[in-house]
């Protein structure tokens, strides 16, 4: 009798907390003025950097638990802590070209709460080298 209940509560717990994590997702979301940027031409070395503009456009908060650049070269910063339904944010990514030449693209990997569980921010340049440009 109390495997059954013990069962039951294991059975039920779970099912409670998967429906719970699918809802978050679904309401929750998280929209770029533009997922990608162009650094255009830069010199080897050149360390730059861009703010991707974004807005929470879900009904629930948002929360962005990581990010990761593609490399080292590729360094992102991001809100810590929840982000309210409407409220707006940046997230800044820092690109160090040295020991770089040619055409490069970079992506950033964000971890959130939305549908899916990631987006994805990319940036590219054409490095040249010093004394080139």
Known sequence: MIKKISLLFVVA???????????AYTE????????????GTITQGDKVSYDFKF??????NLL????????????PEYPKGDIKPGEEGDIKVSFNSAGKIG?????????CNVK??????????????????
């Open 64 to 75: 962005i638990t990581d990010a990761k650049g593609s490399c080292g070269c590729t360094v």
């Open 28 to 39: 929750t979301e998280i929209t770029f003025d533009t997922t990608e940027h162009d650094f």
């Open 103 to 111: 055409e490069t693209s970079k992506t950033v990997t964000l971890m």
């Open 55 to 60: 807005k929470n456009t879900g009904t629930s």
């Open 13 to 23: 717990t779970l099912a409670l907390t998967t429906s719970c994590k699918k809802e």
């Open 116 to 133: 899916g569980g990631s987006k994805v921010l990319n940036i590219k340049s054409n490095i040249v080298p010093k004394g080139t440009k």
